[in-house]
């Protein structure tokens, strides 16, 4: 029987490129949490001499960067520039091997020519690893890279996220040189950093603001603030990877309407499409068990979205929230005490309230619940109100439960509290998410948001994490 050589990098890749045999090259291979490869993503390979290398990851994932002109065996640095990854003051670093594996200790090698030539762009983050110089660009990476934006734009500050890897000699059987980036590190407290962050360092208020996801840029954006809806509807999409334009029409509906219909479904009002959030949340919660005669837990009332394309709706039990509930282990319940098994770490609230002598206002108002073991509850919300026509331009801030005390105080307030599930490693969809197909913008038929095309996989749970760019000067 012949015995057949294995295939080379040089032979696999002689179609698109003219290859010397004796060079050196990289051959990178980029993939979700679940395997499955990442296409048409930017990659930056940083050079000894501060320059960096451009190449898209074809379909299968991979992006190959050849005639490196360095020695085998040069230390390189790999970045994912419009991935969020990490969001800390740290330098985050991996070493991947040729199988692919992560050495999650990543301490550099102590070559010297590593020390004198890479250990300069070590602490680089992501905004200024892509202000460095590009040399050799791919057409097609060279004609989406919108450099003049983006480098004028510092939104990646907190993200220093390497993979140090090596030259190889381009004859090397492929299977051997190939070296795999699984993206599987961002945490759930570093997604809500970077968000909460973002709108508190630029005194993001409560204004009716302008909030979608940019195709093109592969990345959020906002400017101004937002009003209740908005934010959940923003938060939820930047959260789980709704990496597509949203549709801004989605703020004109209420909470419940959002939280109650899942992705899946071209749901609209007032002839405004927009995707839910249920398969990605639980609840809403049950009220907690109370004696017959406490009268906290006001009675069902029949009042719910619409929740299936047939119109099928149905009853959702809002509990009545009193001020003595609201702090920890007061009495023989509380809110954090009674559904402290229920309650994920982040959660979406509604509420109804009344002014005295008034009635009940249902679902007018909602937020972000957060059950921080440290800080106890604390919320995320864009509380505020209009007046005259004027916004009142209440700063959007991560604090405690003083706008839902004063309301439970003095406005009969009731809650609906859906838990979010928990986000996978490297701030993935839940593993529930996506039952049914996720609809983008072009199977709802908004023709008013295309700007560009993501990428997202139509399964949204393999779609990635994106940075959020405030998009205007900080207001004052």
């Given at each position: 029987m012949a015995i057949t050589a294995p295939p080379t990098i040089a032979g696999a890749q002689k179609t698109k490129f003219t290859i010397n045999r004796?060079?050196?090259?990289?051959?990178?291979?980029?993939?979700?949490?679940?395997?499955?490869?990442?296409?048409?993503?930017?990659?930056?390979?940083i050079l000894p001499s501060g320059q960096t290398r451009a190449r898209a990851t074809d379909y299968q994932g991979e992006a190959f960067f050849d005639r490196l002109g360095l020695p085998a065996s040069t230390p390189l640095y790999v970045v994912l520039p419009d991935v969020l990854e990490a969001w800390t003051s740290d330098v985050v670093e991996y070493t991947l091997d040729q199988e692919g594996k992560v050495d999650v200790e990543a301490v550099p090698p102590a070559d010297a020519d590593w020390r004198g030539a890479m250990a300069a762009h070590a602490a680089l983050n992501k905004d200024e690893v892509d202000k460095l110089e590009k040399v050799d660009p791919q057409g097609d990476v060279e004609a989406r890279d919108t450099a003049h934006r983006r480098r004028q734009r510092n939104?990646?500050?907190?993200?220093?996220?390497?993979?140090?890897?090596?030259?190889?000699?381009?004859?090397?059987?492929?299977?051997?040189?190939?070296?795999?980036?699984?993206?599987?590190?961002?945490?759930?407290?570093?997604?809500?950093?970077?968000?909460?962050?973002?709108?508190?360092?630029?005194?993001?208020?409560?204004?009716?603001?302008?909030l979608n996801y940019d195709g093109a840029e592969n990345r959020w954006f906002a400017r101004g603030g937002a009003v209740c809806n908005q934010l959940a509807n923003f938060f939820l999409g930047y959260w789980v990877n709704h990496n597509?334009?949203?549709?801004?029409g989605a703020t004109s509906t209420d909470m419940t309407r959002q939280m109650e219909n899942d992705s899946g479904t071209d749901y609209s009002m007032a002839n405004y499409p927009y995707r839910g959030f249920r398969d990605v949340l639980d609840g809403p919660l049950d009220p907690p068990p109370l004696p017959e005669d406490d009268q906290r837990l006001m009675p069902v009332r029949s009042y719910s979205p619409r929740t299936q394309r047939d119109g099928t709706r149905q009853n959702l039990s809002w509990v009545r929230i009193r001020p003595a509930d609201l702090e920890n282990n007061v009495g023989f319940w509380s809110l954090r005490t009674a559904w402290q098994d229920a309650l994920a770490t982040y959660n979406v609230y509604s509420y109804a309230s009344q002014k005295p002598g008034g009635t009940l206002i249902f679902d007018h108002h909602g937020g972000f619940l957060i059950n921080d073991p440290q800080r106890g509850l604390l919320t995320f919300a864009a509380d505020g109100y209009k007046s005259g026509g004027v916004y009142s331009h209440t700063p959007t801030v991560v604090k405690g439960l003083d706008v839902i005390h004063s309301a439970a105080t003095n406005r009969n307030l009731h809650l609906l509290v859906w838990p979010i599930q928990p986000l996978r490693p490297g701030g993935y969809a839940p593993a529930g998410a996506g039952a049914v197909r996720y609809f983008d913008d072009r199977d709802m038929g908004d023709v008013n948001v295309r700007r560009g095309q993501s990428a997202i996989d139509p399964e949204f749970r393999q779609s990635l994490s994106r940075f959020v760019l405030w998009d205007a000067a900080p207001n004052p």
């Amino acid at each position: 029987m012949a015995i057949t050589a294995p295939p080379t990098i040089a032979g696999a890749q002689k179609t698109k490129f003219t290859i010397n045999r004796v060079d050196t090259c990289v051959l990178l291979k980029v993939t979700t949490l679940d395997d499955a490869p990442v296409h048409n993503e930017r990659v930056l390979l940083i050079l000894p001499s501060g320059q960096t290398r451009a190449r898209a990851t074809d379909y299968q994932g991979e992006a190959f960067f050849d005639r490196l002109g360095l020695p085998a065996s040069t230390p390189l640095y790999v970045v994912l520039p419009d991935v969020l990854e990490a969001w800390t003051s740290d330098v985050v670093e991996y070493t991947l091997d040729q199988e692919g594996k992560v050495d999650v200790e990543a301490v550099p090698p102590a070559d010297a020519d590593w020390r004198g030539a890479m250990a300069a762009h070590a602490a680089l983050n992501k905004d200024e690893v892509d202000k460095l110089e590009k040399v050799d660009p791919q057409g097609d990476v060279e004609a989406r890279d919108t450099a003049h934006r983006r480098r004028q734009r510092n939104y990646r500050q907190r993200d220093a996220t390497k993979y140090l890897v090596r030259a190889g000699p381009t004859n090397t059987p492929i299977e051997r040189a190939r070296v795999t980036l699984r993206i599987d590190r961002l945490t759930e407290e570093e997604k809500f950093a970077h968000v909460t962050e973002t709108f508190m360092n630029n005194n993001a208020w409560y204004t009716s603001g302008t909030l979608n996801y940019d195709g093109a840029e592969n990345r959020w954006f906002a400017r101004g603030g937002a009003v209740c809806n908005q934010l959940a509807n923003f938060f939820l999409g930047y959260w789980v990877n709704h990496n597509n334009a949203y549709t801004s029409g989605a703020t004109s509906t209420d909470m419940t309407r959002q939280m109650e219909n899942d992705s899946g479904t071209d749901y609209s009002m007032a002839n405004y499409p927009y995707r839910g959030f249920r398969d990605v949340l639980d609840g809403p919660l049950d009220p907690p068990p109370l004696p017959e005669d406490d009268q906290r837990l006001m009675p069902v009332r029949s009042y719910s979205p619409r929740t299936q394309r047939d119109g099928t709706r149905q009853n959702l039990s809002w509990v009545r929230i009193r001020p003595a509930d609201l702090e920890n282990n007061v009495g023989f319940w509380s809110l954090r005490t009674a559904w402290q098994d229920a309650l994920a770490t982040y959660n979406v609230y509604s509420y109804a309230s009344q002014k005295p002598g008034g009635t009940l206002i249902f679902d007018h108002h909602g937020g972000f619940l957060i059950n921080d073991p440290q800080r106890g509850l604390l919320t995320f919300a864009a509380d505020g109100y209009k007046s005259g026509g004027v916004y009142s331009h209440t700063p959007t801030v991560v604090k405690g439960l003083d706008v839902i005390h004063s309301a439970a105080t003095n406005r009969n307030l009731h809650l609906l509290v859906w838990p979010i599930q928990p986000l996978r490693p490297g701030g993935y969809a839940p593993a529930g998410a996506g039952a049914v197909r996720y609809f983008d913008d072009r199977d709802m038929g908004d023709v008013n948001v295309r700007r560009g095309q993501s990428a997202i996989d139509p399964e949204f749970r393999q779609s990635l994490s994106r940075f959020v760019l405030w998009d205007a000067a900080p207001n004052p």
